[in-house]
């Protein structure tokens, strides 16, 4: 079962840490502009073997639910012989 990430904001400029509200991308206390960066609970980093795809790096990274059916395909996938073949709509379309 997925648990979201527990991290918090800071404003690099300030230092002042705050909660994310979802697309947060500046400190609204801010008197100027700054950097906002995420600051993680876990600070060692440590991929999680039981999620898919990159949802083994949630530690590290600000979510909060998995997307259904984002991580189906492994991250080193690659494009089979077959899907380039002539036929393939991947090489005949025109730009």
Do not use: C
């Amino acid at each position: 079962m997925f648990k979201p990430t527990n991290y918090q904001l800071e404003n690099v400029g300030t230092g002042r840490i705050f909660s994310d509200e979802g697309w947060t991308l500046a400190d609204p206390e801010s008197p100027s502009p700054s950097l906002v960066r995420a600051v993680y609970e876990h600070r060692q980093f440590n991929p999680r073997e039981e999620l898919k795809g990159l949802y083994r790096y949630a530690d590290w990274m600000p979510i909060q639910r998995p997307l259904h059916g984002s991580s189906r395909l492994p991250v080193s996938n690659t494009v089979s012989p077959q899907a380039l073949s002539p036929a393939s709509p991947l090489t005949s379309t025109r730009i």
